[in-house]
């Protein structure tokens, strides 16, 4: 497949929105699963503060010739300055939406974003500094599905590394579940190990766990 990976503009948005949310479920498609069906507040809670705040560390992979973004990465070399910064620029758009839109519209997906808070918040419970200190940066990276396993996401892995090198980070942090099969031995190929497993009742998966992963980045190597 031809591609361009690029920096990401103001106008691929909309398709960042798509991908995000096509790719919410296990690394699969939202739609339709009945849990959170408001796109805009799970595109408010999971890539729009990146897109809007950080895009100089957003990278998109386009088809060359139609310009459709296929996939994107995205994340930050601090992440102890990037979770104050969402608090301070996201927390009340996310109140906004989910208190005049999502509770109305949406009420089974307000439900579901009482339990996401809840895993913030267990998730938030290890010693973050500590672990911030040894792995400060952190990325979210997304296909399409039918763009994966093409040797893409690779691609985008291996931009964004060399980006936080060059930025200073010494080692990154990612996040991802015990569901998404796909994505699990993707990491792993790329040099992350599983750091930690947090176990948490989701409303609708059984034996669901968090893992946390992380992979040192060595300087000089970009």
Known sequence: MNKIIRYYRPGDETAVSNITYRTGFKGEDLTGRGFFDDQRLFFLLSIYYYARFEPEHFFVIEKSGSGEVIGFICGTPDSTTQEKRFIRTMAWRILLRALFVTLWRYPRTFKTLLTILKMYRAIQEHDRQAFYE??????????????????????????FEEHMIRQGAWGLNLSTTNYNRKAIPFYEKLGFTLHRQIPFKHPTLADFQELIYVKGLKQGDS
């Open 134 to 159: 040894q792995y400060p940066a952190h990325l979210h990276i997304n296909l399409l599905p039918g763009c994966q396993g093409l040797g893409l996401g690779t691609e985008l892995m291996r931009r």
